[in-house]
């Protein structure tokens, strides 16, 4: 593989310890994936955050990290944690779980990597450019940068991403380079849609499909005269990296990359796929049963926009069981400064930041039948907490919190 003079010198410890292995572990992976030599990176979201996800080995990992003096070398952040930092007892979250998850966020913080504990940085002022070259790791956040914005990352794991962070750079193969962002699969769409749930059925339908493809996506052009254009994108493209391992995606009309090269994208020998109907994927998400402990949104993590639309909808209702929205701490501190906050809580609901329902402990507080509306968490919480799982729109999801029980 080949290095700048000033790689060489981080390979042999010029820039220290820390430095040093965390381009050995690039260098490694470059060799793995036949990378002709590094790329800059312009930022890093670091995911493996939570404790429930990287246990002690994780805790220990991040010490041995801080032990060799290892600094983030461009601006870096941290992916959802365990808990909400101030309201993990109302969540039901165990003192000693709560101090091993502020022990995993001290050591990144050692590091200056910045506590934004959340899976859309892009919400709050992390914004790539387009064709910037990154080292993402959350896969609905990689989606989003990829696809929306057109910025450059592979799907990474945390320790490749800190790595990155580190040094400043990653491997150049993959997605950061123009000939791996062809489509693989030309999907046209036949059926319309028209609420966030529909885009992540959608999603889930063609993750399912394409596996660890790139789809380039027809008859959504619609969706540019949205409001909820951003919602409808963050919904389809989370489910597509849950239900199948989609980090790049080209939506006709729509996408940067699509706008600019359109067909020219799909790959010569691309599979064809019509989609006339959702049936199929709202059939496989959606689970019967009543019994009802916890309503959670905001899977990705909500934006000031979608806590907005929940607040002024839930104004002066009571909800019989949990209601959680989850979100970024900066996006929480607004809507409590518009009041919005205050109108879920006065509902009886949370507004929790830092965590989520998929990497929280939720199983361990008693939370075993839970309703969402987001085709990635319902994918993920049965098999991440054991949980009954109840999909369906944000409206149902409303409704099943003020009545106590799931009837759709
Ligand atoms: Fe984000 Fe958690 Fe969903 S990290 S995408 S809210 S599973």
């Known amino acids: 593989m080949k290095l700048t003079d000033e790689e060489q010198a981080i390979l042999l410890g010029e820039g220290g310890r820390g430095a040093q292995k965390a381009m050995e572990i690039l260098v490694a992976l470059g060799k793995i994936y036949r990378a002709f030599d590094m790329v800059p990176v312009q930022s890093a979201q670091i995911a493996g955050v939570s404790y429930r996800n990287i246990g002690d080995p994780g805790v220990e990992f991040l010490a041995d990290w801080v032990q060799l003096g290892a600094k983030v070398a461009i601006p870096a952040f941290m992916n959802p944690a365990g808990i909400d930092r101030k309201l993990w007892k109302q969540m039901g979250v165990d003192a000693p779980f709560a101090k091993k998850q502020m022990k995993i966020i001290s050591h990144l913080e050692k590091m200056n990597i910045e506590p934004t504990l959340t899976c859309t940085p892009y919400h709050i002022g992390h914004v790539p450019q387009f064709g910037e070259h990154i080292a993402w790791s959350e896969s609905s956040a990689v989606s989003f940068a990829n696809s929306v914005l057109g910025a450059r990352t592979n799907r990474e794991g945390g320790p490749s991403a800190l790595a990155a962070a ?3 750079r990653t491997p150049r193969f ?12 030309h999907i046209t769409v036949k059926t319309r849609l028209s609420s966030p749930a529909d885009y992540g059925a959608l999603g889930y339908w063609i993750g399912k499909q394409v596996g660890g493809g790139i789809p380039y996506i027809e008859g959504l052009a619609e969706m540019n005269g949205s409001l909820e254009v951003t919602e409808y994108l963050k919904a389809l493209g989370a489910a597509m990296a849950a239900s199948g391992a989609v980090a790049l995606y080209h939506i006709q009309d729509v996408t940067p990359e699509a706008v600019n090269s359109g067909h020219q994208l799909l790959k010569k020998d691309h599979i064809k796929i019509r989609v006339e109907q ?8 959606k689970k019967s049963g009543d019994k009802l402990d916890l309503v959670a949104l905001g899977c990705p993590h ?8 929940v607040a002024q909808t839930v104004a002066g209702r009571k909800f019989k ?10 996006i929480r501190q607004s809507a409590a400064a518009e009041g919005w906050v205050q109108l879920i809580e006065s509902a009886g609901g949370k507004v929790i930041s830092d965590t989520c329902m998929v990497v929280a402990p939720l199983k361990e507080a008693g939370f075993n039948h839970i309703a969402v509306n987001s085709a990635k968490a319902a994918c993920y919480l049965p098999s991440h907490q054991g949980a009954v799982t109840y999909w369906g729109t944000t409206e149902q999801c409303i409704q099943a919190a003020i009545e106590g029980k799931w009837k759709f």
């Open 278 to 285: 959702l049936n199929d994927a709202y059939q496989e998400l």
């Open 321 to 330: 069981v949990e209601f959680w929205i989850t979100t970024s701490y900066q």
């Open 174 to 185: 993959g997605l950061h380079l123009d000939e791996n962002r062809l489509a693989s699969h």
């Open 166 to 168: 580190i040094v400043g």
């Open 302 to 309: 909500h934006s000031l926009e979608e806590i907005r639309a």
